[in-house]
């Protein structure tokens, strides 16, 4: 018996130090990729305090500033105007999401629990809108911009994210997900399909909800083609459209670049920081990335 007890220990022993090996290497495998996602925002960070001849040297060992200065941020923030640009940004993500987040509720309870004609072929042409390059839709959207007038407007940067096809299937998977019991439930108290939608489902699919305002609003945050061509004016764009037009045709100057883009980047910082458990409920439920 006792030879017994003393394998079994040595196995448990023997399990254990694989098991712990195995941590250690994935550990390190998942530091070394959080260290190497880092290193450009670190970068970034550090050249905005540094001078262009500093920021242009090509000695791999220099890496931090001989002096830290702050003439980067003050330039920028002298020459750029951003509370426009953050009330702009702020102000489509704003719009932005509303807009997503009602649109895609309603279509995706109607996909995952209505049954009506046409809906396998509906909900296919949703999916096939995420598989297509968004680029194909350019053109079209702003011949609709250009007749509505909204040029240089709000509202033509809100137009491209009036409905959102990856929103609808998120919402889907989220009310296919809920047990079909509540809906009878609720149809035995007598509840119509909207008060069950509105009393009864919404309310459980408030975390998805959640999830698809914060991708909409990091999708709007870093959206750049579509500022570009549908506001030109600096007064009626994002900050995103503004960094680029910050790169010359034959110089850069990379430390105030740097440092308009770390100001930039505070509002999704904080936005992360707040909201992150959400990101990961998010990309869990969705299978999806950013």
Not at 170 to 185: C, G, H, T, V
Not at 264 to 277: D, E, G, N, R, S
Request: charged share 10%; with cysteine; proline share 5%.
């Amino acid at each position: 018996m006792s030879d017994i007890n003393e394998k079994k220990s040595d196995h448990y022993a023997s399990m254990k130090r694989k098991q712990t090996i195995v941590n250690v290497i994935i550990y390190a495998i998942l530091i070394f990729t959080a260290i190497t996602m880092l290193v450009p925002f670190a970068w970034m960070i550090l050249t905005s305090f540094k001078t262009v001849g500093e920021s242009t040297q090509v000695d791999p060992f220099i890496i931090f500033p001989s002096r830290w200065r702050m003439d980067n941020f003050v330039t920028v923030i002298k020459t750029m105007s951003f509370p426009k640009l953050y009330w702009n940004t702020l102000l489509m993500i704003f719009l932005r999401v509303l807009c997503a987040v009602l649109t895609s509720t309603f279509a995706g309870y109607a996909f995952a629990r209505l049954e009506f004609p046409g809906k396998n072929l509906m909900f296919s042409l949703v999916l096939l809108q995420m598989m297509v390059p968004v680029q194909i839709f350019v053109i079209p959207q702003y011949v609709m911009v250009s007749k509505l007038g909204w040029i240089n407007t709000i509202w033509g940067l809100l137009f491209p994210g009036l409905v959102s096809a990856f929103g609808t299937f998120l919402l889907r998977q989220a009310y296919m997900s809920l047990p079909k019991d509540l809906e009878e439930a609720a149809r035995l108290d007598g509840c119509n399909i909207p008060q069950t939608f509105i009393f009864v489902m919404a309310p459980l699919a408030r975390s998805s909800m959640v999830a698809l305002g914060i991708f909409t609003a990091v999708f709007a945050y870093k959206d750049l083609m579509w500022p570009i061509i549908v506001c030109p004016d600096t007064n009626s764009t994002t900050l995103a459209s503004a960094l680029a037009k910050m790169q010359g045709q034959f110089a850069v100057n990379y430390p105030q670049l740097m440092a308009a883009a770390f100001i930039a980047c505070l509002p999704m910082i904080i936005l992360y920081v707040i909201f992150q458990k959400q990101f990961i409920e998010g990309i869990a439920t969705s299978g999806g990335k950013l």
